[in-house]
């Protein structure tokens, strides 16, 4: 079946580790996306590409780092310089890379910093 | 402020009865207006898109309305069923290549 894989679902991790999220798609995307989500916050964009080999921040990229070597995969790492990196983040694809199309999500990667 | 906000941020409706959920947005060149469902601990899913070229768009159960003069776009779900419940979003295109979300609203119908 096609469609977006995050992995893991649930992930702990102490304070100052780096962590990567990782995020898959078989659908022949171009463009992939990062988001958090935090309680009563909405979605917040973080990283997105439109093409491989290629990336622009978004909203919130302090503290985080991608990667788009191939079009199918788009890892998401959270530094230990993110302040406050326990939320709920969301990778999603599109075949359009001008934002008026439709967004294909994963199923979550929930992370938390003890 | 918000580029994009969404009101009331929940909503309890009787099952049978309509929920409506309203979103303004700030930027005037805005051109695609995305409503997302999302159900609890999955990702969001499109229920429902309309572009800036129509006022209205339906679909069984559910509608889009736009106001581009007033800037604002709704959800209309008639005859809502307990599957309804969820977290809806709306969103509208920012600059070039990005979209904005809102910040959600819970719907709860209430069998």
């Known amino acids: 079946d096609g469609g977006i894989t995050q992995s893991p679902k649930y992930l702990f991790r102490k304070e100052g580790q780096n962590v990567t999220l990782s995020c898959e798609q078989n659908?022949?995307?171009?463009?992939m996306y990062w988001y958090r989500q935090d309680p009563g916050q909405g979605l917040r964009l973080i990283y997105y590409?439109?093409?491989?080999?290629?990336?622009q921040k978004g909203d919130i990229a302090e503290g985080y780092s991608v990667s788009r070597e191939k079009k199918e995969s788009f890892p998401l790492t959270v530094t230990s310089a993110q302040k406050n990196p326990t939320a709920f983040y969301l990778c999603?694809?599109?075949?359009?890379?001008?934002?008026?199309?439709?967004?294909?999500f994963g199923e979550g990667s929930r992370l938390t910093v003890l | 402020g918000e580029n994009v906000e969404q009101h009331p941020s929940t909503l309890s409706v009787q099952e049978g009865d309509s929920a409506v959920i309203k979103c303004t947005y700030s930027?005037?060149?805005?051109?695609?207006f995305p409503w997302y469902k999302q159900e609890l601990g999955k990702g969001p899913q499109l229920i429902i898109d309309?572009?800036?070229?129509?006022g209205e768009k339906k679909d069984q159960r559910i509608a889009v309305t736009l106001n581009k003069t007033a800037k604002h776009f709704s959800l209309h779900i008639t005859e809502t069923q307990p599957e309804d419940s969820a977290v809806y979003f709306c969103?509208?295109?920012?600059?070039?290549?990005?979209?904005?979300f809102g910040k959600g609203n819970q719907v709860v119908v209430i069998p």
């Open positions: 999603a694809s599109s075949n359009s890379g001008s934002g008026a199309g439709e967004l294909f």
């Open positions: 659908l022949n995307h171009d463009a």
């Open positions: 590409s439109q093409i491989v080999n290629d990336f």
């Open positions: 930027d005037s060149a805005s051109n695609y």
């Open positions: 309309i572009r800036s070229n129509v």
């Open positions: 969103a509208a295109t920012l600059g070039v290549n990005r979209l904005a």
